[in-house]
């Protein structure tokens, strides 16, 4: 039986732990972590700080603790052959949880398949009354892990910055609002103002389908979003005016230029390249983001989109609705999972820092079991961010007659809630909740009637998810 020969790193301010396995030979040799030279870890993660890497142990603690970040491994003792992760046997975990009541660590990473698997075997229902238990998988920094080279592991492991910059780890989710004013170099609120590239779709336009999802308004879920035959200026002055009444008198204000309505990266480059200029070219817009398709980021796309975010910050929305097979035939979303998981991890490699994907909740004969699957899916991907609505049913959409027609039945909005609270359980610290309802036009609006009461909606939902927070787990 081997035995842990190193103590943890950390100190009270810690704010997210890292969790490797058990140490190798040569960490076990040398009494610290990730002793071996090929090993990335202190490369990863002083590059992520934008840091010199450390040479010395004494160096690489400091850095650590001097960015609120504690060490430790799953396994307090065990069988193991050398540095074998696949021969660990009789695992005595580590106690985590004493670890936690000296600290303030909100958020769990877990550097590799193995650690993450013992995690949430020996740790997590024992911590789960006093964190988001939560553990993020992050790819491991071994030199075993050939597939990942040091920038593919800088831009996974980059979602660290998030948890170390939130500031408050006691809501029951993260909501984007929150995460904007934890961001640094920011007002102190962001508004969005919806723009129309007059973008068309493939799924519209013949390449794929001529009918679209079957959910899609005939503004291609931009319904809100301004005239698309102004000039990208007046559509933001447009949008600004809009919402001028809102706007808080005693905090400064700044803006995200969001291109919503239809697919907005399916057109020539240098178009995409004047229109998003005009939208960043503008002082007061902080962030641009783009609402698409997984299949509409080809190679020039993505080289596009990582030039731009060198300007100014680039949010990318995915359509993804569903994992389910079925469910994306009937909606006829014209692309495979594997489509969005790629994408996912192309706009990681370009270091596009919010990935949100857009989940559709109560689609026709899915479960919660499917919905929840949907989730964790996302997140296991890589996606850091969710735009979550209830399946809306609108006029002049193809879904419309099939409910019209008692093919399917829409949640109460307690059902929706329960669904919510269980969904937020299910989230680890560092995902950003953008939305939890949908916006369609009231006008156009058949079902659920209660999604009209935005405001009812928001405050049953947010009571649900504080009452849970404050339930032991």
């Known amino acids: 039986m081997q035995t842990h020969p190193i103590d943890p790193i950390y100190d009270s301010n810690s704010k997210i732990l890292i969790l490797g396995s058990f140490p190798s030979v040569i960490s076990r040799q040398e009494c610290f972590y990730y002793a071996h030279p090929q ?13 010199c890497e450390p040479q010395s142990n004494e160096d690489k603690k400091k850095m650590l603790l001097s960015n609120n970040i504690a060490l430790w491994d799953v396994i307090g003792a065990c069988n193991i052959t050398g540095s074998q992760d696949s021969s660990i046997t009789d695992v005595v975990a580590n106690d985590i949880g004493a670890l936690l009541d000296k600290t303030n660590i909100g958020a769990i990473y877990c550097n590799g398949t193995t650690a993450y698997n013992l995690y949430n075997k020996y740790i997590k229902k024992k911590i ?54 934890d961001l640094d170099d920011m007002p102190d609120k962001l508004y ?22 079957i959910f899609c308004s005939a503004g291609g879920s931009g319904d809100f979003a301004a005239d698309k035959n102004l000039p990208i200026s007046k559509q933001l002055l447009e949008q600004k005016k809009l919402i001028g009444g809102k706007l808080p008198k005693t905090k400064s204000v700044g803006y995200i230029a969001y291109f919503q309505a239809n697919t907005g990266t ?43 975010n060198k300007i100014k910050p680039v949010w990318v929305e995915l359509g993804l609705q ?39 909740l109560g689609l026709p004969r899915e479960s919660k079991k499917n919905m929840l699957q949907t989730i964790k899916c996302a997140i296991d991907c890589g996606s850091n961010a969710l735009k979550l609505s209830m399946l809306h049913i609108l006029n002049n959409t193809a879904i419309a007659d099939d409910y019209r027609q008692g093919k399917f039945s829409l949640m109460s909005l307690d059902e929706y809630k329960e669904l919510l609270c269980d969904i937020f359980k299910t989230l680890p610290p560092d995902v950003v909740v953008h939305r939890f309802t949908g916006d369609g ?15 009812r909606v928001l405050n049953t939902i947010n009571k649900a998810a504080w009452d849970m927070a404050k339930l032991p787990s």
């Open 39 to 51: 090993n990335r870890f202190f490369k990863v993660i002083s590059s992520i700080l934008n840091v």
């Open 128 to 181: 789960m009354h006093r964190i988001n238990a939560n553990a993020v998988l992050l790819p491991s920094t071994s030199p075993a892990n050939a597939a990942f080279s040091l920038a593919d592991l800088i831009n996974s492991w980059g979602r660290i910055k998030t948890a170390l910059k939130r500031r408050d780890f006691n809501a029951p989710y993260y909501s984007l609002s929150e995460y904007a004013y």
């Open 192 to 213: 969005r103002l919806s723009l129309d590239g007059g973008f068309t779709c493939p799924n519209r336009d013949g390449t794929l389908s001529d009918k679209g999802c």
């Open 266 to 308: 399916y057109d020539a480059i240098e178009r995409l390249r004047k229109l998003y200029m005009q939208a960043i070219d503008e002082d007061d817009v902080c962030i641009l983001s783009i609402a698409t398709r997984p299949d509409c980021l080809s190679k020039e796309v993505l080289e596009l989109l990582g030039e731009m």
């Open 322 to 360: 569903t994992v389910s097979k079925k469910s994306a035939e009937y909606i006829n979303r014209q692309y495979e999972l594997g489509v969005y998981k790629s994408a996912v991890t192309n706009l990681k490699k370009i270091g596009i820092t919010q990935i949100v994907t857009h989940v559709i």
């Open 441 to 455: 036009n009231k006008r156009d609006l058949i079902a659920p009637l209660w999604a009209a009461d935005k405001k």
